[in-house]
């Protein structure tokens, strides 16, 4: 079973950039992978997604055009990059993996991991 681990999220103005990373050991990531967030009170929200292979990313909405998703085959970590942040971005962030985009925007998943923290404060 792949274990993922975020990490890279802090406190940081609005406006400002943040990279995240999410790391996978044990195993290599499935076909496709998701990052998602949670803000206090609300339910997990899908964020961006991509292949594997690089060649196809999704995002919401919410974050297009200042949000970018990529991945380092090496490395076997997926970043997030956050630009033009706001405040509505203040979130625990996760990453998860799945064989399909349905998996990810379904958010179809037994488990996740403990996430990161942003917070973009005004």
């Known amino acids: 079973q792949v274990q993922l681990v975020e990490s890279g999220g802090g406190l940081v103005q609005a406006g400002g950039s943040l990279r995240l990373s999410c790391a996978a050991s044990?195993?290599?990531?499935?076909?496709?992978v998701g990052w998602f967030r949670q803000a206090p009170g609300k339910e997990r929200e899908f964020v961006a997604a991509?292949?594997?292979?690089?060649?196809?990313?999704s995002y919401a909405d919410s974050v297009k055009g200042r949000f970018t998703t990529s991945r380092d085959g090496a490395k076997n970590t997926v970043y997030l990059q956050m630009n033009s942040l706001k405040p509505e971005d203040t979130a625990v962030y996760y990453c998860?993996?799945?064989?399909?985009?349905?998996?990810?925007?379904?958010?179809?998943?037994?488990?996740w991991g403990q996430g990161t923290q942003v917070t973009v404060s005004s």
């Open positions: 991509i292949s594997w292979s690089g060649s196809s990313t």
């Open positions: 044990g195993r290599t990531f499935s076909t496709y």
């Open positions: 998860n993996t799945g064989p399909s985009l349905l998996t990810i925007w379904t958010m179809h998943f037994d488990s």
